[in-house]
C-alpha cells in the first residue's frame, strides 16, 4: 500500500483537538486522550498500539515517580497486496522535565511492557467462531 496507516494519541499539554479525531476517557488525564485518523480496520489496530504505549507511558512514569505534562504517540504502518502487515512503528513526544537517562530508561520500559505492541510481536491467532 501506497500510504501508511498512520495515527495519532495525545493526552495531557499536548492533547489534539476532538474535532480532528475522538476522544476517550483516560485514567491518567482528566481531559481524557484525543485519537486522530481514519476509521479503517488498519488505523485502529494502529490506534490500540499508540494508546496502549500512552497508557503505559503514564502507569510507568507514576511508578517511577516521574512527572508527565503530556503525551503523544504515532504509531503507523502498511500492509501488503495481500493485507499482511508490514510491520508497526511507533513515535513518543513527551511534555515532560526528565533527564536523559529517565526518559530512556521510561521508553525503553513501556516498549517491553506494554500489552498490545507484546501481543503484535508474539503472534496473534484470531478465528471466527
Given amino acids: 500500500m501506497a500510504e501508511p496507516f498512520r495515527v ?12 480532528d479525531g ?14 486522530e485518523g481514519a476509521g479503517t480496520g488498519g488505523h485502529v489496530l494502529h490506534a490500540a498500539v499508540a494508546l ?4 503505559d507511558l503514564y502507569r510507568e512514569a507514576d511508578r517511577r515517580g516521574l512527572p508527565l ?3 503523544a504517540v504515532v504509531a503507523e504502518g502498511g500492509f501488503d497486496e ?6 508497526v512503528q511507533y513515535d513518543v513526544e513527551l511534555d515532560a ?30 478465528v471466527r467462531r
Fill in 8 to 19: 495519532r494519541a495525545t493526552a495531557g499539554s499536548l492533547r489534539g483537538d476532538p474535532a
Fill in 22 to 35: 475522538f476522544a476517550l476517557p483516560h485514567a491518567w488525564s482528566d481531559a481524557g486522550v484525543v485519537v
Fill in 52 to 55: 496502549c504505549v500512552l497508557n
Fill in 69 to 71: 505534562v503530556g503525551v
Fill in 82 to 87: 495481500g493485507w499482511t502487515s508490514t510491520g
Fill in 97 to 126: 522535565e526528565l533527564s536523559g537517562d529517565d526518559r530512556e530508561a521510561l521508553l525503553a520500559a513501556v516498549d517491553q511492557v506494554a500489552e498490545i505492541p507484546r501481543a503484535l510481536r508474539a503472534g496473534v491467532p484470531v
